[in-house]
């Protein structure tokens, strides 16, 4: 069982839904951060979070340390928002461990 | 847009060969993380540099190996490559232990 799980590993949405990517993980961390990679490789850190939830234009994370989740929120989703989105946590000293990352295509 | 920067961005070799992919920083950044991700999988830790010390290593054999430089560059060796080496190598960068981390593009590697 990997340390750290996401759900759904794809998920195609329309234009202006609401979308939620989950994140579940089994070990103790300091902080969990949530990345966008686009095709071709290049990752993008969205939050770092450590407790409760941080909101950014359109993005909002929450996580509940007691149980062990985290969830990633898209409100009125664009085309612009396909990507893969990967969540990871940070263990001992710097190290992250990543999940498997989401697939996300949103039709226009 | 992260201000780190690596090079080359696609790379093909054969079996046994050797490689070096480098990364360069943010000025500042005194910690250097390079990741190994395999296609349609998370990325996997290779190792950390903490000024130009090694300062954590994942599951990864000797033949990866790194160096950091005082510019605020680095470099990841393989040696011996295999074709299970063929995928997007990344590093992240950060100016304080443990904080932020800024990813780099990634170099795409291929092993024939």
């Known amino acids: 069982k990997n340390e750290v799980e996401q759900s759904p590993q794809n998920l195609t949405a329309q234009e202006g839904e609401f979308i939620t990517i989950n994140c579940s993980y089994s070990?103790?961390?300091?902080?969990l951060h949530w990345l966008q990679q686009h095709p071709g490789g290049g990752i993008v850190s969205l939050f770092m979070?450590?407790?409760g939830k941080k909101k950014h234009g359109r993005l909002i994370a929450t996580i509940n340390i007691q149980e062990k989740h985290s969830s990633l929120h898209i409100t009125a989703s664009h085309p612009r928002d396909s990507a893969v989105y990967i969540c990871?946590?940070?263990?001992?000293?710097?190290?992250?461990?990543f999940g498997e990352g989401t697939q996300l295509t949103v039709n226009p | 847009e992260t201000g780190v920067t690596q090079s080359p961005t696609h790379l093909i070799k054969t079996r046994g060969q050797q490689v070096t992919l480098r990364c360069s920083s943010q000025s500042g950044h005194n910690t250097v993380s390079w990741y190994q991700q395999a296609l349609g999988q998370g990325p996997q830790f290779i190792f950390q540099?903490?000024?130009?010390?090694?300062?954590g290593r994942g599951n990864f054999p000797p033949r990866f190996s790194g160096l950091q430089f005082p510019n605020y560059s680095s470099e990841l060796n393989v040696n011996a490559l295999e074709l299970d080496d063929s995928a997007l190598y990344l590093c992240a960068s950060s100016f304080v232990k443990g904080e932020a981390q800024y990813f780099g593009p990634g170099t795409r590697l291929t092993v024939l």
């Open positions: 979070l450590s407790s």
């Open positions: 070990v103790g961390i300091s902080a």
């Open positions: 990871a946590v940070k263990t001992s000293g710097s190290r992250l461990t």
């Open positions: 540099y903490y000024r130009e010390e090694e300062n």
